[in-house]
């Protein structure tokens, strides 16, 4: 018998995608995907922070030494480095907010010149014991350091604080703040604050605590020795 192979039908050697292979492909094409995420998130990132800026220096705390009244004060610059509108909204001592009713800010462009700025801040004398104004800073200015002439406030609050912080320098009006203190860019301030009662006494003067500013997402702490007064 003679097979005849013509009549025998042949399978045909089809191209595929080998197990192996196709795995490798998804993997790399996880990778490459994952990498991409990173990436673009990273950029976001480094956008918005070099965008959002704000520095503080001259950050001093004052304790009352007389007796235990439990009152301290503080005080710092900030400068809008960004180039964002930003708002000083938080102020923390030991991790606990200040709050806003315990803010005074100067913001003044006309009065806060580069040289007020860049002067040291000071502390004047405390109320102590004297009803709604109890622990509040006196308005006036550091001792032996005359007013020259009128001080006149340009905030319609009257709740102000006046501080003259050289001898040379015109008082500079510091308004009661009720919520956070607006920078555009470039913009700074001088802020003082009065610590909640009883958060730091007497005990702490000398001793390192945190003082952290925040504006939105940017801002840090820093350390500062509380000085007795």
Not at 71 to 95: C, P
Not at 156 to 171: R, V
């Amino acid at each position: 018998m003679v097979l005849d192979y013509t009549m025998i039908p042949r399978t045909k050697n089809r191209k595929a995608i080998s197990a192996v292979l196709t795995t490798m492909i998804i993997l790399v094409a996880s990778v490459v995907l994952a990498t991409g995420i990173v990436l673009y998130g990273t950029s976001l990132f480094q956008t918005n922070a070099n965008s959002e800026s704000i520095i503080t220096t001259g950050t001093q705390l004052w304790v009352d030494s007389s007796g235990n009244s439990g009152w301290a004060w503080g005080a710092f610059d900030v400068r809008n480095t960004g180039d964002k509108l930003l708002s000083v909204d938080q102020i923390q001592i030991r991790g606990q907010a200040v709050p806003y009713a315990n803010w005074f800010a100067d913001t003044n462009a006309t009065q806060l010149t580069s040289s007020q700025f860049q002067s040291a801040l000071i502390y004047t004398t405390m109320l102590r014991g004297v009803g709604s104004n109890d622990g509040e800073l006196k308005n006036g200015t550091a001792a032996g350091f005359p007013i020259m002439g009128a001080v006149t406030c340009p905030y319609p609050s009257a709740a102000h604080m006046t501080m003259q912080l050289t001898s040379t320098s015109q008082p500079l009006c510091f308004d009661q703040q009720s919520g956070p203190v607006s920078l555009a860019p470039g913009a700074k301030a001088i802020i003082y604050f009065k610590v909640p009662q009883n958060l730091l006494t007497s005990v702490d003067a000398s001793s390192t605590n945190s003082v952290a500013v925040y504006a939105g997402k940017v801002g840090s702490p820093v350390s500062v020795t509380a000085q007795s007064k």
